[in-house]
């Protein structure tokens, strides 16, 4: 077997405090402490292949940091196994994470004071990277992610997509087996977010890295991995490749249309049209500003989008994709309506 | 002795790091410097006071001479082995930025401490050297002779790194009540106070009631900052100053052993803040 990573039944269980509200409530949490156990992980099952890229979504507090803060070596699991590389992350630690790299997209590991040089060469002393291994790496690194311009520059002075582009370097400069990236997009423009991606894709091609890839952006996924698992309530609800998902829930698609009267919109009947009925179809309607969700498997959005053109006028008119919390709802829909049918999915409370 | 080697390559980075962070604001020396050398003159006025008081030119064993040294000495020592580990340690705790240093291969406490000594290397070229000069310019016009003492600056120095790894420990005990507090702020003020009392950087050790100046010599704080002042001052020698040294070591241990204890136990019921 070439599995990278094996997660078997993992869970992870914090205690919380419950604070009553208000002062009051603060004061008499200060004497007695009531506290609940909450899972956020939930017997959580996966493996991954040596050179595969996970995408590992679902919607926010669904559990995915945890998880991926015990596949690191940080938490340790309450029960369960884990295992990767040939290793237990959270047994040893300071051997494990020696071939692992992990980008936490909302925190930076770079010396923030420093020239971003200063933090490579404090990273080759810790990971304790030969000369020649260095310079090579540092010459792929720069070819990759294009660091050269801002190499000496103080890393505060970074704007946020040098910063990340630098902190998936200095996460890389090891030849880690496996790399962990958690939000590697967050906040990032467009022309910003596919260069990462490039580099990722490149990264994974060139070295057989092992990813696993958290993101909230549907088109991080669609463009790096072939396979997704998704979790909710800190258990998992699919794991399969992503074209099977996109045909079992359909993809749906959005129109956003900014229309010329309110009325508009009224004029237009999909149902009549194009059979969109019940869960295919979904109008929101702000003002002027009306947003038509759509399963694009039922119906094409150039036929919807030459229907609204010739029955109305508009004042606007734009084509999104729906994000990662609308597929999710859908994928609960459906596993409420199919539970059994479905073979991937994990069960879900109802 | 292959670790040693191993350690100084994987924590030298980080301690040349600290450095560097340092010389990046290194305008913070002079208002440091000038601040520092306010405080000591007001003291040195204080017990210029107590002494003219007292009428007697020896109090406690102590010549007026001896007290101006030990206070701009105390001074020198608190801020050489002032360490900021409890703040550092608390903030990436509460911040959750501590996951940073744990998907490194190495000790969270030893990276801490290697960035600190960076820094303390920077800061003591500015400001410890100048003190130390002035220091002997003073012993020298008040006494008549030059008292200077190479053995005694020598263990004073070694006294002053052993004060300040005693220091950081068990001010990064302080800092892993973060784990179950989040913010130390009040503890904080509470540890700085004990250690100001304890450690004779406000009031020698020598003048307290006999017994009670004995117990507090036996504390970690009074390695802190009393005995290297004392080594320097030459106050301890022969049996005196091996036995303050031993001490310190022992202080040392044990407060290295409480530090992984406890880092061991955290670390396995680590929550982490945020994100």
Known sequence: MSNMIQVKNVSKEFKKVIKEPGLKGSVKSLFHKKTEIVKAVDNISFEVEEGEVLGFIGPNGAGKSTAIKMLTGILTPTSGEIIINGQVPYKNRKKYVKEIGVVFGQRTQLWWDLPLSETFTVLKEIYQIEDKAFKQRMDFLNQVLDLEPFVTSPVRTLSLGQRMRADIAASMIHNPKVLFLDEPTIGLDVVVKDNIRKAIAEINKNEKTTIILTTHDLSDIELLCKRIVMIDKGKKVYDGDLDHMKEKYGKMREIHITLKSDNDINKLSFAEKFGLTGDDIDIALDGKKAVVKFNSSKAQVSELLSYILSTITVKDIAVGEADI??????????????????GNAAAVEA | MKWIGHVKRVYGGFTRAGAQGAMAYKFNFLGFFVGESLYCFVMYFIWKAVFEASGESIFMGFTITDMTLYVFLA???GFLTNTDSTQMLAEEIREGNIIMRMIKPVNVDMSLLATEIGDKVVMSAFIFLPVMIGVEIYRYFALGYVAFNILMFLGFVVSVILSYILAFYLNLIFGYLAFWLMNIWGFSILKGSIIKFFSGSLIPLAFFPDIVGKIFEQLPFASMVYTPVMIYMGKLQGMDLLLAFGKQIIW??????????????????LAVQGG
């Open chain 1, 325 to 342: 919390e609308e597929i999710i709802r859908r994928l609960y829909k459906g596993n409420e309506n199919d539970e059994t049918a479905h």
């Open chain 2, 75 to 77: 001074n020198i020592v």
């Open chain 2, 252 to 269: 040392i241990i044990v407060f290295i052993a409480i530090a992984k204890l406890i880092w061991r136990w955290a670390e396995k019921r």
